[in-house]
């Protein structure tokens, strides 16, 4: 199973929106909506940001919206802010039953 | 509150044994609507998923293509907890070791994390 593939790096000011993309293929992406989003903040667990698609857990700010058309996904962050700044890492359930994360996009808020 | 707490050694020879506990509270690891993952981070590799057991009537549990020749995950329902077994490690599996919980192959609750290095 290959990694769904993601842009190394993003960059946006703060107040800008950016738009992190997720490509996959029909046996994983464009398969289920069990598509999530994760950020990495570095000495810390990942924290859930979006699950099946365009779902948000309690508390994540609703700056961050997600879609998925076909077999790629995206993360929207909207009104950026300084401690946006981590790596985002997005992940699909796939046809066999197993689990594939993307390569990781670092964000940086300039 | 669901709690993960991650044990195990930090240190592990090539060609030895990789293994890890993650043990649960706040929930229970035969329930029939999560799932228990096990999670690697790597500079090299990024986030990898390693596999997972769950219970839907019956015990299913699923590995990564990568490692599914060393890997065992066993649940334990007598500690409400699950494990993870890789062999014959080589340094490229060094990295940090999460278990996690999922709903719906989205991971909410993490555990604290185990930096295991391969290393003589």
């Known amino acids: 199973q290959s990694a769904l593939t993601q842009p190394a790096s993003v960059s946006g000011s703060p107040g800008q929106s950016i738009t992190i993309s997720c490509t996959g293929t029909s046996g994983d992406v464009g398969a289920y909506d069990y598509v999530s989003w994760y950020q990495l903040h570095p000495g810390k667990a990942p924290k859930l940001m979006i699950y099946w698609v365009t779902n948000r857990p309690s508390g994540v700010p609703d700056r961050f919206s997600a879609s998925k058309s076909g077999n790629t996904a995206s993360l929207t962050i909207s009104g950026l802010q300084t401690e946006d700044e981590a790596d985002y890492y997005c992940s699909s359930y796939t046809t066999s039953g197993t689990v594939v994360f993307g390569g990781g996009t670092k964000l940086t808020v300039l | 509150q669901v709690q993960l707490q991650q044990s195990g050694p930090g240190l592990v020879k090539p060609s030895q044994t990789l293994s890890l506990t993650c043990a649960i509270s706040g929930d229970s690891v035969s329930s029939t609507s999560a799932g228990w993952n096990w999670i690697r981070q790597s500079p090299s590799r990024g986030l990898e998923w390693l596999g997972r057991?769950?219970?839907?009537?019956?015990?299913?549990?699923e590995y990564a293509v990568s490692v599914r020749s060393r890997i065992t995950i066993n649940p334990d329902t007598s500690k409400n907890q699950f494990s993870l077994q890789l062999n014959s490690v080589t340094p490229e599996d060094t990295a940090l070791y999460y278990c996690?919980?999922?709903?719906?192959?989205?991971?909410?609750?993490w555990g604290q994390g185990t930096l295991v290095t391969v290393s003589s």
């Open positions: 996690g919980r999922d709903l719906g192959a989205a991971v909410d609750y």
């Open positions: 057991t769950y219970y839907r009537s019956k015990w299913y549990i």
